[in-house]
């Protein structure tokens, strides 16, 4: 076993232990307070979901808000469908609706949503990705053209007023009913389930950085010319790590509609989808791990410190990030790398590597 | 039969006629060089072969299958493999990790997710031993020396395993006994490995070519043993111009 690995593997133990029994322990218990935090992991999915194709594979998706609201209007529908009992839901009314739109039916099931926020946003991201990566777009365009999406796509939401609520979104849901399970979302199980699917999606996110899959996307990443004249079918690879990560960001998308208990079309913000970049940055865009521990910290910091400085805080996440690009590009996962590195430093090497023009072994030259 | 058979292959460039008529087949285990003046078209050939560039007219035949349409990673899962001019390692890997990207003969994405980044396996360790690069497995490869580079960069070659390999000057800015060395491990490969190599450097021609093309303004010279073209008056005219 590579040292990388093992260390992953303490990292999300230690991270797994903070979350399900530390956090709990610290707010004794309080389902308030750990409805608060809930939404934190929540939101530590959509990062670590874009430290994936960003980190891993160099694609920055800056329309990574728009799978995220994808997965929440999903939850959002299914739940507003619950809460209307046989009529239909109260703004279709007051957009003169009369009867309920095709796209709706379906989410009367909840495997139904479930599978549809899920899949759908990941269907989306492919379809994207298959453009832009059969064109060979990369680099910078990429951003461009997610961001575009991620535009077109919330005003698309905000102007179908009678299918999605509009500019108010969808408000006034019902509780969930999982397998029977009225879930309340300030309870302690509640916490629990947000935080199994943030432990669950980081093993997923290690498990594939892991397998050649994901090395073979940092190659990608690295030298993507080179990588194809190995035999790899580059935009495939880019194809399915994009899948993989705006399918996460639709499932956080689900969960994050839970917490609130509305989806609105804020959630599909430019600010929202730059937020979810800095917390990945400031985490570190390179492992998973810290881009969800990024987004838990910057999010506790502004939940402390917006109570403090109501406007001025998105100057302050806007100065972190800068600080973060200029003094830090890796993140605080560079920071503890570079820290582990000079800790281990051994004295230097007396053995010296061979130079070039050693005699090779005799058997291999024969 | 002959492993590639190239025909009337042709590409334009905005009105150049970079390639223009090439014809020229390769045997399995052959070592050809490619020689000609700057511009001759030597490399633009070999980007035409491995699919960099897309050829405007003719064809090339590898193993006989037509592969002058097909994407890069395509004719890459075919057997044909590229070196190119600057040394191109993945800097930010390490050694192992780079060898384990170049060990491609499963490239599909479900073969990639369900196996490790990495497998230590008996191959690699030959491999590794071979360049003596074994203590330096864990090393990202931006650590490396120049010397060390070109070593991990063969050895890449060497755990890719293509049939046909394309070089682009793979001597460029060694010392002399660095390519007396890198000669020596061409003709050691050339037993499994048929090898097409565009090289300025005479001696080295000398050592490893099989056969030798020479190109000019896009189309075949001359073409023969080093002993024909070194007497070929055509080739003296063109690289010394009266």
Known sequence: ?366 | MSQLQVRDLQVTFGGLRAVDGMDFDVAQGEILCLLGPNGAGKSTTLDLICGKTQPTGGSIRFQDTEISRMLEFQRARLGIGRKFQVPSVYKELTVAENLSVARSMKPGIWHALTHPAIRRSSKMQDILDLVGLQDKMGEPAGNLSHGETQWLEIAMLIAQDSRLILMDEPTAGMTIQETERTARIFRSLSANHTLIVVEHDMSFVRTVADRIIVMNQGSKLAEGTIQEIEANEAVKTAYLGH
């Open chain 1, 1 to 366: 076993m590579n040292t990388r690995l093992s260390y992953d593997i303490i990292g999300l133990t230690l991270f797994a232990g903070v979350i399900l029994f530390g956090v709990p322990a610290l707010f004794s218990y309080d389902g308030f307070e750990l409805n608060t935090f809930s939404r934190y992991l929540s939101l530590a999915i959509v990062s670590m979901a874009l430290a994936l194709s960003w980190g891993t594979a160099g694609l920055l998706n800056l329309g990574q808000a728009a799978t995220f609201g994808m997965g929440s209007y999903a939850m959002a529908m299914h739940l507003k469908l619950k809460a209307s009992g046989d009529g239909l839901p109260d703004f279709m009314g007051w957009n003169n609706v009369e009867t309920l739109p095709l796209i709706w039916g379906p989410f009367q099931s909840l495997t139904f949503t479930l599978l549809a926020g899920l899949l759908i946003p990941a269907a989306v991201g492919g379809l994207i990705a298959i453009f832009m990566f059969r064109a060979r777009i990369a680099g910078v365009f990429v951003a461009i053209i997610t961001l575009a999406f991620l535009v077109a796509f919330q005003l698309l939401v905000i102007e179908q007023q009678g299918l999605t609520g509009g500019q108010n979104g969808l408000t006034g849901l019902a509780q969930l009913v999982l397998f029977g399970w009225k879930i309340d979302i300030y309870s302690v199980s509640f916490y629990y389930m947000v935080g199994g699917c943030l432990v669950a999606a980081l093993i997923f996110g290690l498990y594939l950085t892991h397998s050649k899959f994901g090395l073979v996307l940092r190659a990608i990443r690295e030298d993507a010319e080179r990588t194809r004249y190995f035999g790899y079918n580059v935009a495939n690879y880019q194809t399915v790590i994009f899948c993989i990560s705006a399918g996460l960001a639709g499932w956080a998308g689900m969960l994050y509609a839970l917490v609130l208990e509305f989806a609105s079309p804020t959630y599909m913000s430019v600010s929202f989808s730059l937020a979810i970049v800095i917390w990945c940055a400031v985490g570190g865009r390179e492992s998973v791990l810290a881009a969800a521990v990024g987004a838990i910290l910057v999010n506790l910091a502004e939940g402390r410190l917006s109570d403090v400085f109501v406007e001025g805080w998105h100057m302050i996440l806007g100065v972190m990030f800068l600080v973060v690009v200029m003094f830090m590009p890796r993140g605080i996962y560079g920071l503890l790398v570079d820290a582990g590195r000079v800790l281990r430093r051994k004295p230097a090497s007396t053995k010296e590597a061979l130079p070039f023009d050693t005699p090779l072994n005799p058997k291999q030259e024969s």
